[in-house]
């Protein structure tokens, strides 16, 4: 039995339900999760209330949310092009839906499936996929697809392709109310964040550092970011561009703080104890170190990087192993087998490579030697460590470090449960 719930600000709807718009958001990887789903769709559905913020901005009434097998309907009174936008960037939506909600029968779903091929162009073709969660309908999944599949060739004369349609006229079949959708939008996939715990990202100016993040982010990690700075030999360009970094990314979760620490009197300790061409090796051991202590005081399980493997000196094998011989907790390196081309490409999709480009003072530049070593070992690091108080310095660092949260400063709406069932299992 489904048990109905009051919906706050939604009314209860008694009888055939009107005509609607709404938005489907297909399910990815949460619906293998067996007999803790229910666990991975509760947060699922907490950071699809936390993506709406500011969505009904001028704009009286409510949003509401329901769960079907494998499916959220999100609708309410905000413009659905607005929704559409901040629902696909919830990590676990796999497809986001603009459909119709209408009373559960043949005349209205037809009716519906033709509205939705209106305007398009001659010879466009289309393919009809339905399914029938209410198995009391009185037509089978087959049957109802080439009802649907035939007026729509009465109305419009476009031809029908099973295999690579233009359109595929997508019909929902529940209980009380149905859903038609004829257009598609991808989804972020992957998990929802928060379901597989925390971390801290190391948080840079370039494409490669936020790309990382979002590749965390999606399989569920939920990430608060560091950004070293060469202050107070360098301007502060690069924390500018890290916050705005942290803000796209938060998008995508809920918002994470940023803590911008400066390296730079530490970076030439470095130098002037003698670390010559292994300081940049020394600087990104000391990164780790500082993240790893932060890390913890965060309850953060891991630290996020975005090294590819043999990219730049710093990130060949033996380097790498190196600076995470200084980590206190995992190293996480979402990017290690990708190319260049590929992160950029992947940075202009998530909307990170406009800011990634803008021109700032790399700490990573900062005293860094002609000469970087390739192959670094613990006893050519050892002799000038020794001559440092890392834990001192480190200390000193987070002590004075700037802590945001870039992005929260968005009021949020009242998301209230769907009017009806809550959850369908039929």
């Not at 992160?343 to 005293?367: F, N, Y």
Request: include cysteine; aromatic fraction near 4%; charged fraction near 25%.
């Amino acid at each position: 039995m489904n048990a109905a719930v009051p919906a706050q600000g939604v009314p209860d709807l008694a009888g055939p339900v009107p005509i609607g718009p709404c938005v489907l958001l297909k399910h990815g990887e949460v619906f293998l999760k067996g007999r803790n789903r229910h666990l991975f769709v509760e947060r699922l559905h907490d950071n699809l209330r936390g993506a709406l913020r500011g969505a009904l901005r001028g704009v009286p009434g409510s949003v509401w949310i329901k769960e079907m097998q494998n499916v959220t309907v999100l609708g309410g009174d905000a413009p659905q092009d607005e929704l559409i936008a901040r629902a696909r960037r919830v990590m676990g939506f796999v497809a986001v839906q603009p459909a119709l909600r209408v009373e559960t029968s043949e005349e209205a779903i037809v009716a519906a499936a033709v509205g939705a091929l209106d305007g398009a162009a001659p010879g466009t073709t289309f393919a009809v996929r339905a399914r029938r969660r209410h198995k009391p309908f009185p037509l089978t999944s087959t049957q109802l697809e080439r009802l649907v599949g035939a007026r729509i060739q009465e109305a419009h004369g476009l031809p029908v392709d099973l295999t690579r349609p233009d359109i595929r006229v997508e019909v929902e079949i529940d209980r009380k109310e149905s859903y038609v959708s004829g257009l598609r939008h991808f989804g972020q996939g992957g998990l929802p964040v928060g379901t597989s715990g925390r971390a801290l990202v190391l948080l840079s100016g370039g494409y490669d550092s936020p790309v990382a993040a979002h590749r965390a982010m999606r399989r569920g990690l939920r990430c608060d970011f560091v950004h070293f700075t060469g202050a107070p030999y360098t301007n502060a360009a690069s924390a500018f561009k890290a916050y705005a970094l942290a803000r796209e990314l938060n998008r995508y979760q809920p918002p994470g703080k940023l803590h911008i620490v400066a390296l730079g009197h530490a970076q030439k300790q470095l130098a002037v104890a003698g670390a010559g061409r292994f300081q940049v090796v020394g600087q990104r051991r000391l990164m780790v170190r500082a993240a790893s202590v932060l890390a913890r005081r965060l309850r953060a399980q891991a630290v996020v990087t975005g090294d590819a493997l043999g990219q730049v000196a710093s990130q060949t094998l033996s380097n790498m192993a190196l600076v995470d011989e200084a980590a206190t907790l995992p190293v996480l390196r979402p990017l290690i087998g990708w190319e260049k081309q590929e992160i950029i490409d992947e940075a202009r999709r998530i909307g990170t490579a406009e800011i990634s480009v803008l021109p700032d003072e790399d700490c990573c530049q900062l005293l860094a030697p002609r000469q970087v070593s390739l192959r670094t070992k613990l006893e050519d690091v050892a002799g000038f460590e020794k001559r440092l108080d890392a834990d001192e310095l480190i200390e000193e660092m987070l002590a004075s470090a700037q802590v945001t949260r870039p992005g929260a400063d968005e009021a949020a709406p009242a998301v209230t449960p769907a009017p009806g069932p809550v959850r369908t299992t039929g």
